[in-house]
Nanobody, 125 residues
């Protein structure tokens, strides 16, 4: 079982920045693809950003490209999502996820089999 714990959420004004983190206790953390998803009230959970286990290859949803950056520190078993120029429509609960399946970096929820509990991000003036 891969346990994931998110932190760093909060409230911020439009145009502001936040960095959220996801820590894992998995010894093999560095072998797995990681991703961030988000879910707004009444909406489906959607892919935000993904990071290959190699720490180089990334994927982003179009609406966050150029504003969000996903990164990882394998020495600390932690993945980060730096969010800049935040907009009210970024408001959601953000979840980190791990895929222990073989293959490339995916964006479907079905590809990820371990999830954190989520952290709230609210963008409002």
């Amino acid at each position: 079982q891969v346990q994931l714990v998110e932190s760093g959420g909060g409230s911020v004004q439009p145009g502001g920045s936040l960095r959220i983190s996801c820590a894992s206790e998995a010894r093999t953390f560095s072998r797995y693809h990681m991703a961030w998803f988000r879910q707004a009230p009444g909406e489906e959970r959607e892919f935000v950003a993904g990071l290959h286990w190699n720490g180089v290859d990334t994927r982003y949803r179009d609406s966050v490209k150029g504003r969000f950056t996903v990164s990882r520190n394998n020495d600390r078993d932690t993945v980060y999502l730096q969010m800049n120029t935040l907009k009210p429509e970024d408001t959601a609960v953000y979840y980190c996820a791990v895929s222990t399946y073989p293959g490339g970096l995916g964006s479907s929820r079905l590809y990820y089999n371990h999830w954190g509990q989520g952290t709230q991000v609210t963008v409002s003036s």
